[in-house]
Every structure is written in structure tokens, then in C-alpha cells.
T-cell receptor
Framework: DTGVSQDPRHKITKRGQNVTFRCDPI?????LYWYRQTLGQGPEFLTYFQNEAQLEKSRLLSDRFSAERPKGSFSTLEIQRTEQGDSAMYLC??????????????FGQGTRLTVV | AQKITQTQPGMFVQEKEAVTLDCTYD???????LFWYKQPSSGEMIFLIYQGSYDEQNATEGRYSLNFQKARKSANLVISASQLGDSAMYFC????????????????FGKGTKLSVIP
């Protein structure tokens, strides 16, 4: 499989529970991004890793959110004490380290979170 | 202010006809890149085409072309010979920064346009 893989594809959780999503980027890609997409909106940037270093965090990433990429390969996104407003599609993307502005990001199919 | 504006929530096009999806952007950077992505109902964002701010020619990729008007800050996507499989959400996005790649790598997306191709 040469694409970005996300697991699970769907997650239903009760409000207040913790959830964790996993993203496996394309193997030679050093850059990894997390985005959140709510219904009727475009994806919104959450955070960016270059190898294992988290270099950018959006103000959307509240204290309840934490992302890691411990070995510079796969990444996890954890949401603690979920709220109904966290219901969204969480998209992971990766891109190569070389290249400039035209470096395209390849997206996974996303994890759809529903908080009930 | 919105950085990426897509004014068409939905568009219909007859199969085999051409369609233009509008996108305007707002940035004070001299170096930036503009992207179009397609999102089918499966959810995956599929890269279609890229235009750099310093590119003098409009980008083309198969049936996709980008009508780049820098002075008007518009980057419209033109799909020629529409096919039923083109029915999807289409998102315009921008990356701001230096040509070398320095700066933020995040993409800022518009709200999208839902394209429906009619047989």
C-alpha cells in the first residue's frame, strides 16, 4: 500500500471519553499534517510534524488535543474528554521533505468521529 | 478576512461540457502556491493541480486547467469534457511562504464547491 493510511475509519464515542487516531504516512514522506473537517467546511489545519518534531500547532488544537510522531513514522492524534463539538472528519496528510511551495500533500481517507 | 473564497456552494454541469469553479484568495505574501483538491464521497482529498505565484503560464493537468489571474487574485479551476466521475466536492487551497519552502507548510482551504455532473 503506497497511500496514507488512517485508522479507524469511523469512531463513535460517548462524550467525555478519550479517543486516539492513527496515521501511517507514505513511507518516504518526512512531513505529516493533521487537519479537521466539519460538515460543509473545508479542512482546517491542526498541526504539522517534520520527522518527529512538531513544528506548528494551530490555535484550534486545544489542551485536550495532543499529537505525537515518536519515531518520525506513524502519528497519533488523541482527544481527551471528547465534546460534541469534536465531531468531525480528522484528515492526515503527508509530503516529502524536499521541494518548496509546490510540494503536494497526499491525504488519507480520514477518521470520522461522532461524539454522542 | 477569508483567505480562500469559493462563492459557488453547488454547480451543475452536463456530461461532456466544460465547467469553471471559482476561487479567489487573499495574501500579502509575494510567494505562494495555489492548489485544487477533489473530495469524493469516500472522503479522501485528491490533488488535482498546482499553480505557483511566480508561474507565468497557467497550469494544466489533463482535463484540468487553472485560470490564474494574479492581479485579480483569482485561481479558477476549469474542467473540460466533464465525466460522471467528476461529481464531488472541489476545494481550492493556498500555501503561503518562500519559494524555497521556508515558512508554513499548512494549507488553507476554502469551503468548497459541490459539483454534480448530469448525464
Amino acid at each position: 500500500d503506497t497511500g496514507v493510511s488512517q485508522d479507524p475509519r469511523h469512531k463513535i464515542t460517548k462524550r467525555g471519553q478519550n479517543v486516539t487516531f492513527r496515521c501511517d504516512p507514505i513511507s518516504e514522506h518526512n512531513r505529516l499534517y493533521w487537519y479537521r473537517q466539519t460538515l460543509g467546511q473545508g479542512p482546517e489545519f491542526l498541526t504539522y510534524f517534520q520527522n518527529e518534531a512538531q513544528l506548528e500547532k494551530s490555535r484550534l488544537l486545544s489542551d485536550r488535543f495532543s499529537a505525537e510522531r515518536p519515531k518520525g513514522s506513524f502519528s497519533t492524534l488523541e482527544i481527551q474528554r471528547t465534546e460534541q463539538g469534536d465531531s468531525a472528519m480528522y484528515l492526515c496528510a503527508s509530503s516529502t521533505l524536499t521541494g518548496g511551495l509546490n510540494t503536494e500533500a497526499f491525504f488519507g481517507q480520514g477518521t470520522r468521529l461522532t461524539v454522542v | 478576512a477569508q483567505k480562500i473564497t469559493q462563492t459557488q456552494p453547488g454547480m451543475f454541469v452536463q456530461e461532456k461540457e466544460a465547467v469553471t469553479l471559482d476561487c479567489t484568495y487573499d495574501t500579502s505574501d509575494q510567494s505562494y502556491g495555489l492548489f485544487w483538491y477533489k473530495q469524493p464521497s469516500s472522503g479522501e482529498m485528491i490533488f488535482l493541480i498546482y499553480q505557483g505565484s511566480y508561474d507565468e503560464q497557467n497550469a494544466t493537468e489533463g482535463r484540468y486547467s487553472l485560470n490564474f489571474q494574479k492581479a485579480r487574485k483569482s485561481a479558477n479551476l476549469v474542467i473540460s469534457a466533464s465525466q460522471l466521475g467528476d461529481s464531488a466536492m472541489y476545494f481550492c487551497a493556498m500555501r503561503e511562504g518562500h519559494w524555497s519552502g521556508a515558512g508554513s507548510y499548512q494549507l488553507t482551504f476554502g469551503k468548497g464547491t459541490k459539483l454534480s455532473v448530469i448525464p
